[in-house]
């Protein structure tokens, strides 16, 4: 017997609460990342109205200074705490993972001066299609598209980029390259870059349509993942027949190994939101753990360095976390966190290596508090011994900590 029926583990992606022990060996545009903090600097630079995360706790998790406009709360309704990373990396990949048990002891290779010369000409043969060589180095997605779109559409050229984290990029214009067209490359380029010296953890379609001057991205992006290289907590609850969902990109960053529902892609967060919901209200979904990533934090704003906007996306989704909890039954746990930081203050556009905040939320409990500091692979830990599966390589459950 389950001591909650359903849990619901929401990722805010990049929403980092404060530099990790190990920040300064991990740099961001050559600066160390010690003096990163996410959800502190957007409080004390620009404001932080969260009163729904507020109240379950986000205000009391243990910091050095506390968060400027979060404040703590003296009762408050849920247990909150922070989680530190094992594994070598900062990336959506490598958190995930690590939230799911694994512990990631070799990182996937990066490419700062953009990708070799055996990779792009592999992939000029393939497609037939020129790369625009300009555009293959760490870029801004909407910046290479507004750089390069124009010359893609005259010449019908590739553009391929990457970014601090191990992604290749194309971007194609969807009128000028067709999706399917699009689609095919990318697999060619997954298939290319599976080990050392170019092992990437995703290939990412990035479509767009528009003007020069008005691209705007599509909802068709597709992400190729490489499977996890262990088993996580989702392929041992899938074993067990327990109903896993994933909503977002949650399929695509485990290349859908132990996923048995999929709620598909996010046009936003707040679409996102929408089918998390409309898992939770399905009659179908009696028993079983979903896992949402909310992208928007940190591709809209963590990576273009807005703090407003950053703080706004927060304040959006604080509006919207009554829903979530109204659509919750008795017994059901809801669990929020992030998987890395994403200071919109600070140097480069890169990750940042962060604590992540942990809240756990459910109609059920009778009391409340702080969990001890942990880290990220608890919860898949957590998440294990409710539904009494085995857990994946590393963390330490904290189920009897919540009452």
């Known amino acids: 017997m389950s001591k909650f029926n359903r849990m619901h583990l929401v990722v805010l992606d990049s929403v980092g609460i404060g530099a990790a022990p190990d920040a300064n060996d991990f740099v961001n545009s050559g600066v160390p990342d010690g003096a990163s903090d996410t959800l502190g600097h957007i409080s004390k630079t620009v404001g932080l109205n969260v009163p729904n995360m507020a109240k379950l706790g986000l205000g009391n998790i243990p910091r ?95 553009i391929i980029y990457t970014s601090a984290d191990p992604v290749l990029q194309i971007a194609a214009h969807e009128d000028i390259i067709p999706l399917d067209e699009l689609y095919r490359i990318c697999e060619y380029a997954r298939s290319i870059t599976l080990e050392r010296p170019a092992l990437l953890g995703r290939i990412i379609a990035r479509p767009y349509v528009g003007e020069p001057g008005n691209f705007t991205r599509t909802s068709n992006r597709r992400d190729l993942a490489v499977s996890p290289f262990a088993p996580t907590v989702l392929d041992k609850l899938n074993e067990a027949g327990i109903d896993t969902y994933a909503v977002g990109k949650i399929n695509d960053i485990f290349n859908g190994a132990g996923i048995n529902h999929d709620m598909g892609h996010n046009k936003s967060n707040s679409h996102g939101i929408d089918n998390l919901i409309k898992a939770m209200t399905s009659e179908d979904f009696k028993h079983g753990f979903s896992f949402t990533n909310l992208v928007d934090f940190d591709a809209l704003y963590g990576h273009r360095r807005d703090p ?8 959006e989704f604080d509006q919207r976390l009554p829903e979530i909890i109204a659509a919750m039954r008795e017994d059901d746990l809801l669990m929020i966190t992030a998987d890395h930081g994403n200071d919109p203050t600070y140097a480069g556009t890169d990750h940042t290596r962060e604590y992540i905040p942990f809240l756990a939320y459910s109609p059920s409990f009778k009391e409340n508090g702080l969990i001890p500091v942990g880290h990220f692979s608890d919860i898949s830990a957590t998440v294990a011994e409710n539904f009494g599966v085995d857990k994946a390589m590393i963390g330490e459950s904290f189920l009897d900590k919540l009452v």
Not at 308 to 315: A, K, P, S, T, V
């Open 64 to 158: 050095e200074t506390p968060l400027k406009t979060v404040p703590a709360e003296s009762n408050p309704t849920g247990y909150a705490t922070k989680l530190q990373e094992v594994s070598l990396g900062k990336d959506t990949m490598t958190g995930h993972w690590e939230i799911m048990g694994l512990n990631i002891t070799e990182p996937f290779d990066t490419f700062w001066n953009g990708f070799p010369e055996e990779i792009i000409t592999k992939i000029e043969e393939f497609s037939g299609r020129k790369v625009i060589r300009e555009a293959n180095k760490p870029y801004s997605g909407t910046a290479v598209i507004e750089d390069f779109g124009p010359r893609q559409m005259e010449t019908g050229e590739l």
């Open 308 to 315: 407003h906007g950053y703080r706004d996306c927060l304040h």
